[in-house]
């Protein structure tokens, strides 16, 4: 059974950073994909950045417009945890970052939530300004 817990949400300064973790258990990286999703109140949960997992070498990534140059999602297969990397940090980043979890042979990794079953409980970003 695939499991996801996320850890480091926190509060910052804009201009700040944090780094989030997704910890894994039962997914074998190199057998689908994960993601990080976020939800602000009010608001439709929106892709952040996907990975395709792969067991060594490079895994393909894909990161949102809004979070471009800013964000960036890897796979640190030592610790079977997903990471997001968050700098530059705005105002309108803060909300609850999901890690979401597909497994499965892909080609290719969705940024729309229905193509995820597995989900972790969240974990709150604030960014004052």
């Known amino acids: 059974q695939v499991r996801l817990a996320e850890s480091g949400g926190g509060s910052v300064q804009a201009g700040g950073s944090l780094k989030l973790s997704c910890a894994v258990s039962g997914f074998t990286f190199g057998d689908g994909c994960m993601a990080w999703f976020r939800q602000a109140p009010g608001k439709l949960r929106e892709g952040v950045a996907t990975i395709l997992t792969k067991p060594t070498g490079r895994s393909p990534t894909y990161v949102a417009d809004s979070v471009k140059g800013r964000f960036t999602i890897s796979q640190d297969s030592a610790n079977n945890a997903v990471l997001l990397e968050m700098n530059a940090l705005k105002p309108d980043d803060s909300a609850i970052y999901y890690c979401?979890?597909?497994?499965?042979?892909?080609?290719?990794?969705?940024?729309?939530?229905?193509?995820?079953?597995?989900w972790g409980q969240g974990t709150q970003v604030t960014v004052s300004s």
């Open positions: 979401a979890a597909q497994p499965g042979y892909r080609v290719f990794c969705a940024s729309t939530e229905d193509r995820y079953n597995i």
